[in-house]
């Protein structure tokens, strides 16, 4: 059979609509067909399907979609995967949340970065870019009850290609990890450096590290990839029709980059009583939403809502800080609680919090009391914890938690109240464990089958204080 007739290579648009074909099939049925076209014989379509359905084979089902549907050979090769079209081939994960909502599984590995070539190439001319300028997304609903991963099932096929606001941060992204890499410091890359274009860590294992050209220290490999978030929104926004976009920060077109951009828009309020704010807004002071102050910073920045577009891509969280008139914050940052059953079972390199701060920037907005009492608007920083401050002391604290549940969880009366020997703030200079419940049956099951109020880690309130720039607490 003359495959090639199937779609014209040379045209996104045709491969686009024959893949397709693909929706609502799962990745057995397209080994099944091209098995009955081709008459393969039952040994030799077991044997390749049992090597395909093996997870822990990378690329598995992205090499089906190649070699069973588009008839094309795989291979490492630097071009686009339909290289006379311009077009990549991304075969990814999506999932469907409790609430019915659509999220992408996972991050997208575009290309890895070579650290020695990657120093000598503009964005535009990057192997990178030749590979995320126009994708055929295939999405197929990744199901965790389901035992053969041949037998998930193909949601979309679409041609996606970034538009020109996020090709601009994405440029900036890349200029970003770069930079870090002249700089000798490949080594302590991040996905939360930026906003929609990541340095992913992508190792066979832990201990694998590589040379960089501008320092001794190894580094562990990484690869550009699209973040998690930013492919959320594109499913979202881009793939799934009819569904409702956020509200963009930046309605113009303008040089300035993102972060800049926003903080000139929050710093012309500096100052600003949270009183002025909410009547220039028009937002009920009296009623005092609980996220008052958060709602004050998006409705500076023109968003109607508490959702804005670019910091659903980019994975931007914003987090409000209040400094009293004695120069100290009096509340330590609080993160979702973890079950202490299944922080036992991770390793700290994929452990859940570690992974969160690795990949979330977050947004500072600082308010300040003044002498009458007064809370006042200082302006907003970007943020995201250094390498060092997580690969050493949150590791620590990590990892005297998870010893205190596996050793058994010490509970004694002081002062007629419980004491547990999780890490507190004093032990630590970034992080501590401390509960984070609504009351004491608000609990999770310990692996000794006790019940305990649900704890989780906060970052030092004078740890978060050093990480605020000076003008925000002496002006």
Known sequence: MNYSKDYDETNPLSIEAYAQKLIGKTFADVCYEDAM??????EEENSYVVSHENKQRKGGLG??????????PCNNDSRPDFDKAGVELKVTPYKINKNGSLAAKERLIITMIDYFAVVEESFEESHLWKKAQLILLIYYLYRQEI?????????????????????????????VIVEKIKEGKAHQLSESDTMYLGAAPKAATSQDRR?????????????????????????????VLGKDTYEPIIKEDTTEFFEDYVMGKINAYRDYTVTDLCRKFEIEYNKKPKNLEAMLAYRILGIKGNHAEEFEKANIVI??????????????????????????????????????????RFMFVVYKFDENDELRLKGCQFWNIPYEDLNIEVKKVW????????????????????????????????CHVRPHAQNSRDTYELPDGRHYPKQCFWLNN???????????IDG
């Open 37 to 42: 076209k081709k008459a393969t014989s039952v």
């Open 319 to 360: 987090k409000t800080i209040r400094i009293g008139k004695n120069n100290k914050i009096k509340e330590s940052m609080s993160f979702p609680t973890f079950k202490f059953k299944e922080l036992v079972e991770e390793e700290w390199d994929t452990s859940t919090f570690g992974t969160y701060l690795s990949e979330t």
């Open 399 to 430: 990892m005297k938690t998870q010893k205190v549940i596996m050793d058994g969880l010490q509970v004694i009366q002081k002062n007629g109240k419980n004491r547990n020997n999780f890490p507190n703030a004093s032990e630590n200079p970034v």
């Open 63 to 72: 090499e089906i979609i190649e070699e069973r549907f588009f008839h094309y």
């Open 462 to 472: 004078s740890y978060i204080l050093s990480q605020l720039r000076k003008e925000f």
């Open 211 to 239: 040379k960089q050209p501008f320092s001794n220290e190894l580094a562990k490999p990484r690869a550009f990839a699209f973040k998690n978030s930013y492919m959320t929104y594109i499913l979202n926004n881009y793939i």
């Open 147 to 175: 035992e053969s991963r041949l037998d998930y099932k193909i949601g979309y096929a679409k041609l996606f290609a970034p538009p020109i606001a996020d090709i601009k941060i994405m440029k900036h992204d890349f200029e």
